[in-house]
């Protein structure tokens, strides 16, 4: 089970952490990807880690260089940091978990979904 957390409404320019808690101990097994869903839009992969170290990322082109996936197994939690947000981050935030292990970039790669998180960022 996942749990997304962390969303808000902040300013253009402001920052929020995303978290995404898991239950279970094979949480470190799954790679865990960060997806949003803006109004009258297709799901798209945000960012994603892949499982035990997490050494290998991926990011979507329109957030390289702002945000930041990591990964604390010892809490079972996985974090997305949104730096200089801006009003095109504006979505409902999920988290995902893979079985698979490495960063996939496809929702259909995901077992496992938390319930989303909304983001709003005004100008």
């Known amino acids: 089970q996942l749990q997304a957390s962390g969303g808000g409404s902040v300013q253009a320019g402001g920052s929020l952490r995303l978290s995404c808690a898991a239950s279970g101990r094979a949480f470190s097994s799954y790679a865990v990807g960060w997806f949003r869903q803006a109004r009258g839009r297709e799901r798209e992969l945000v960012a994603a880690i892949s499982r035990w170290s997490g050494s290998g990322t991926y990011y979507a082109d329109s957030v390289k260089g702002r945000f930041t996936i990591s990964r604390d197994n010892a809490k079972n939690t996985v974090y997305l940091q949104l730096n200089s947000l801006n009003t095109a981050d504006t979505a409902v935030y999920y988290c995902?978990?893979?079985?698979?292990?490495?960063?996939?970039?496809?929702?259909?790669?995901?077992?496992?979904w938390g319930q989303g998180t909304q983001v709003t960022v005004s100008s």
């Open positions: 995902a978990a893979a079985l698979l292990g490495r960063v996939g970039r496809e929702a259909d790669e995901y077992d496992y």
